[in-house]
């Protein structure tokens, strides 16, 4: 068969437009459907058939790993080209394949789908997700971000509510991970619940063939929750990056044995998709929500511990003026004295609204004046529709308040200080409710005892709800000890110390001594990125 003859099978996915390298083989860029949805790119060839099944896999890696190879092959097996064929087919855009070398993507999740291959080499069609932004030069921010956007993919009616497989990608010659890739496969796996363990496998990239022991150590050292064989190994699958390279005449039989070592891993992983049943996405829309309602209750948190230390140092300085100027303030209702009133207002953050999906802002709540969730809310069109909500109440607010209580906008409250002259009558107004002529200064200073243990009550209250969020995360996350969850022990750790629950205080650190080998790496890359922050 000849080149022109290989591609006619194609034409109604190609045309001569498409030819990006002519040769042997020709390469084509696959004509598409693009469609975006604010930092998410759904890259689609054919027509869905909703009566044939489905294949949905997750890939992960770093820059360099050869993931759009991998990906571009994957998508020229389901369509079944040959090596005789003299032809190769492209999804992933040049131009995006040179921003992701340059770690300046603009697409933070691509999903790209193959249909109407069914029969082919495949009797299922394809779906791959990549995040090319996961683990980038933008921080982990972004990460969380990214996150965020899986999580409205895997809610969304039109979006993802299965996963066959998770793949790793890690080059055969990997004999250790890096802390970076570290990070991202801890991050990624920290996804999902439990259940999904026996779908994650690891996917060898720029291999000779040969067994990856280099590279398969290096995932051990990582302690990467996996697919285990009957050895107790990680499940792992080959692939050479070659299939694209001009085929010269002296290359050609070295090219066609790398050809060959792809075309069995795609046997091989192709198989796998098929007996290994798909995991619902129920747990990981759980563990994704309760990740986003921690990382809210700690910035919430720690927004709240700030503002208790600043209204105890205005009523610490009111208790000390009434005692300093009990006999002038008695003679004179208008004595005045001076104190650092604390106080709230709203400033203006970064933020806007991106296509139809995504909207960057921040819930806050009205009555109690808090950022319930703040930074990091972007899915949601509405503050009813945060995944801070539930059932219809936030989780974060001091008080619980409903959703209509509720704004999502480019603004955040900011807790300030001013310095202010306050009369006797100004100090009751506004710590004395129920005065009654029988009531005395000691009436104030009680009411101001009584303000301090109710701040301090509420900074416990949302304390021990940190502590609950991580505890259940350790119920039902596949990966309890991501960094994730790291991140925040600390804290929680010296305020629960301060707090004196030594129940919870060696529970936390328990958690914490659980940090190895595999995690340590990847906490210390977040920490580099929470110091280039600072």
Known sequence: MTMIDASSKYQDFISTRNLIRPGHPAVYQLRTKKEEFGSLTRMTVGKKDVNKINKTILLVGETGTGKSTLINALVNYSMGVKWEDGVWFQIVEEKEEKRSQTESQTSDVMMYQMFGFEGKTLPYSLTIIDTPGFGDSRGIKQDDIISQRLLEWFRSDDGVQEINAVGLVVKWTENRLSDRLMYVFNSVTSLFGKNMEKNIVALITHSDGRNPKNALQALEAANIKCSRDEENQPVYFLFNNCQHEHRTEEEEESLK?????????????????????????????????????????????????SLTELKQTEIRQIQEALKKHEGEMKENQNFTVEVDEVYKEKEDIDGGRWGLMFYKAAVTCTVCEENCHYPGCTMARKPEHCEVIKKGRCTVCTRKCPASDHVKEKRRYVTKTRKVQKTMVDMEEKYVHSKTESQSKSTLLENLGEEIKKLTAERSQLLDEAYHHVVKLEEIA????????????????????????????????????????????????????RGKIK
């Open 257 to 305: 044995a790398d050809y060959k070592i792809s075309q069995r891993g795609m046997k091989q992983f192709t198989l796998f998709l098929e007996k290994t049943g798909p995991q619902k996405l129920k747990t990981t829309i759980k563990v994704l929500n309760e990740r986003i309602r921690l990382t809210a209750c700690i910035q919430n948190l720690q927004d709240r511990i």
């Open 478 to 529: 596949l990966n309890a000890d991501s960094v994730s969850t790291y991140v925040h022990l600390d804290f929680l750790i010296e305020k629960m110390k301060e707090e004196g629950d030594k129940e919870k205080v060696q529970k936390l650190e328990k958690m914490k001594s659980r940090e190895d080998e595999g995690s340590r790496p990847a906490v210390q890359y977040v920490e580099h990125f």
